[in-house]
């Protein structure tokens, strides 16, 4: 059971990609909000406008979805997308033509 717990197919990332609005100081506000609920709840800056979560399962992905939903500004465009690990490390990432390294997995402790 333990290794289908940790399979490849079903530990999930989730991808919040966001434009938002920047112009007045309320938008800002709302967009740095945005930014910090995304990092209280455990996402990791992929780059400016991407942030990324690993999840252990589906179950939780979809947790984590939800809160994302429940956090949305009123103005921007924000998409959502969840892959499987596998998917995920399938991957190229480049630092200008120099190849470089997928971000490594943190170990998340679950408590029962």
Not at 33 to 46: A, S
Not at 79 to 99: A, P, R
Request: net charge positive; glycine share 4%.
């Amino acid at each position: 059971m333990s290794q289908d717990r940790f399979n490849a197919y079903r530990i999930m990332w989730v991808l919040v990609f966001f434009d938002l609005p920047t112009e007045t100081k309320v938008e800002r506000r709302a967009a740095n909000v945005f930014r910090k609920d995304l990092i209280k709840d455990g996402f990791d800056m992929f780059q400016f406008s991407i942030y990324l979560r690993n999840c252990p399962s589906r179950e939780n992905a979809n947790v984590h979805i939800k809160r994302v939903k429940n956090a949305l500004p009123k103005h921007g465009k924000i998409g959502i997308l969840c892959v499987t690990d596998k998917q995920f490390g399938n991957m190229e990432l480049f630092h200008g033509k120099k190849q470089a390294d997928l971000p490594t997995i943190t170990q998340q402790l679950e408590l029962f």
